[in-house]
């Protein structure tokens, strides 16, 4: 997926237990933007998907790279009151490896938005309270979308929230605001409106729609030969037609010269 104002990744709101309101203490900085409302990107189908349908209803390789997959299972079209969910900054073209991590977040002013000399002077926090989201997609540098360029290229951690999980820190009008972030020891997808598989299972559950694109395939290609069959039959009918009515005309001028 890309980056709207935001990226790719998906997350669901949660209580902050002790231990995660001091791991925010001791936390690292980044920027997080927003995406899933209104802009034309969908918070399912993310880099860490099980599952990938083109718009034939084809099936597509697995995205399971890392011994389990991720699926949001949520609407395609979510609205600001659906489920949360973010990406995180790749390089290059490359998809996250933090697939299925979860992350404590918080808004604060930093040199995105807010502080002293930063690019821009209004904050765009509204709550300094912490969300925890997990991570289903990426946002590559390399997209062709212009925003990834911008936020998405390495310059610092960079988080693109879904719709309501940035509404529940900060002002969608702002766009892009600050964020301290700390990865959390553990979580849970069911928490997270999130579903997953190993990839064992996944490659079995291919395996059946593998073979019946292949009985698709098989009966197709039969019908086609069957139906070349017909023709190739009514052409040799005609032919032979055309052979023998020649002929018959022929012995029969024959016979009238006599």
Known sequence: MVCSPAGVLVVTL???????????????LGRATFYGAGDGFTLNDGSCACHKQDSES???NSRCESGFCFDYIGAPRPSPGSGMVAA??????????ECGTCYAVSCVNGPTRG??????????????????????????????????KKWCCGDT?????????????????KGVVDIKFEKLASCEASEHGVNTQTCDKLQKYHAVYQAADVCRAVFGAS?????????????????WQRVYHHRHEAVHEHLCDC
Request: negative net charge.
């Open 115 to 148: 502080r002293p000399g930063s690019e821009f002077q209004d904050s765009g926090c509204i709550s300094d309270k912490s969300i925890t989201v997990m991570i289903t997609d990426s946002c590559p540098c390399d997209h062709a979308n212009p925003d990834n």
């Open 58 to 60: 084809s099936w597509l």
């Open 88 to 97: 995180m900054n790749t390089a290059g073209l490359n998809n996250t490896d």
């Open 157 to 173: 951690t960079h988080l693109d929230l879904s719709y309501m999980a940035f509404g529940l820190i900060a002002n969608h009008s």
């Open 14 to 28: 949660i209580g902050i237990t002790c231990s995660q309101a001091q791991a925010l203490a001791s936390s690292s």
């Open 223 to 239: 019908i086609s030969l069957l139906f070349a069959g017909f023709v190739l039959i009514y052409l040799i009918t005609g032919i």
